[in-house]
């Protein structure tokens, strides 16, 4: 067979694994990042060639300078494949399928795993679950969604990851002065029920539609009261026959099948919310998670999520079946936190049972696995504590989002 081409896109430092499996299996290997990341620690023998984008911004400018570039480099290179590593990709990579007409997911389908409001009007008219929402495209619409709905609210960008850029409202006037603000960016946000809960991340492989490979984990302190809060980013695995667990594998499987994934790494999120005990869909994306979920998936299942979709992309092009490897039922547990330590001091933490440690600059962070989960859970807390105690920094979330 002959040689495939694999252009990965990565506008953030991520993806390591990825871009070592994928030439491991024989493919040729680009890289399409920005001028910023170029000195980066790339694992430079797994890529043959690297291109670099000015910005990671989705702008028009932005993406017509890619497009061009592209056009001249592929005049003499072939490229098979485009994978995007991360959020921020995943518009570039369907534009330059669609450009270029190469298989894989199109624009319409990668909308459901970027704009948020995309996401909730698909799941919606899927039957599933999700926390009432308005677009902010109509004045009239929106009032009437403010009266008919109970405070607070959350004012989010449609497009931006994390929880960078929301604003939680509480009355009709606050919520409209907010909005007012927005000006001629109005209509890329969405406002939504804040629906207070345990929040819990499903990170998924698929192949043919179908997930070859799912675990639910739940965290600790949301997302959101970590940025917002100033707190200490705590996840851990879920019990396996749960039925809580079991109704995340149900509703992953139905947001999934809904959005049209056919080939990739999913990471989703949903709340179980405190008032009625029901299960919500948050968002999800088509990448492998953030913030170090993808060791702690591994310290659970022996299973690199990034390799695992080398392999999957690589057997998808070469019209060849992917078989998962054999998962393991540990549990793990994962911690992180900025430091005001610029290279904290981590010979606190022996614990028998610590699987990774963080080596990054004001930042302390933990893996744990163990066969008992509430072993898990103990090691979390101590751990939080002590990172409370002496260690601990936290920073504000970004009000306007920087992309």
Excluded at 274 to 296: C, N, P, Q, W
Excluded at 337 to 343: E, M
Aim: hydrophobic share 40%; charged share 25%; with cysteine.
């Amino acid at each position: 067979m002959s040689k495939l081409s694999f252009l990965c896109i990565a506008t953030y430092f991520k993806g390591q694994d990825f871009l070592k499996t994928c030439k491991a299996l024989g493919n040729t290997v680009y890289l399409l990042t920005v001028e910023k990341l170029k000195d980066s620690p790339w694992p430079t023998d797994a890529i043959d060639e690297m291109f670099f984008l000015p910005s990671e911004s989705n702008s028009s400018d932005n993406l017509d300078k890619m497009l061009v570039g592209l056009s001249h480099a592929m005049r003499s290179r072939k490229i098979d494949r485009v994978v995007a590593l991360d959020d921020f990709d995943v518009e570039k990579g369907a534009l330059i399928r669609e450009t270029f007409r190469i298989d894989g997911m199109g624009q319409t389908t990668a909308r459901y795993f970027r704009d948020k409001l995309a996401m909730r009007i698909r799941a919606a008219a899927a039957g599933i679950r999700v926390p009432v929402f308005s677009s902010l495209f109509h004045d009239e619409t929106i009032t009437e969604y403010l009266r008919t709905t109970e405070a607070p609210w959350l004012i989010k960008p449609r497009s931006e990851a994390s929880t960078t850029g929301i604003k939680k409202v509480h009355t009709l006037d606050e919520a409209w002065a907010h909005i007012h603000s927005l000006g001629d960016e109005r209509h890329n946000f969405l406002i939504e029920q804040f629906k207070p809960g345990q929040v819990f991340h499903v990170d998924a492989l698929s192949m043919d539609g179908q997930s070859v490979f799912t675990r639910v984990s739940g965290y600790l302190a949301t997302p959101m009261e970590v940025a917002h809060g100033g707190g200490v980013f705590r996840s851990c695995v879920m019990p396996y026959d749960s039925p809580l667990t079991q109704s995340l594998h149900i509703m992953n499987n139905q947001v999934l099948t809904a959005f049209g994934l056919q080939y990739s790494a999913s990471h989703s999120e949903y709340i179980r919310c405190d008032h009625d005990g029901e299960l919500y869909f948050l968002e999800t994306a088509s990448r492998v998670g953030g913030a170090h979920i993808a060791e702690m998936v591994e310290a659970s299942s022996g299973i690199n999520l990034w390799s695992e979709w080398a392999k999957l992309e690589t057997a998808v092009a070469r019209n060849e079946h992917y078989q998962i490897p054999v998962q393991e039922r540990h549990y793990a547990g994962l911690i992180i936190s900025l430091s005001n330590q610029q290279w904290p001091d981590m010979h606190q933490f022996a614990d028998p049972e610590i699987w990774w440690r963080m080596n990054k600059e004001h930042h302390v962070g933990l893996i744990f696995q163990s066969e008992d989960r509430e072993r898990i859970l103990s090691l979390l807390d101590t751990s939080m504590n002590r990172i409370l105690d002496g260690l601990h920094a936290s920073a504000p979330v970004p009000d306007k989002p920087t992309h």
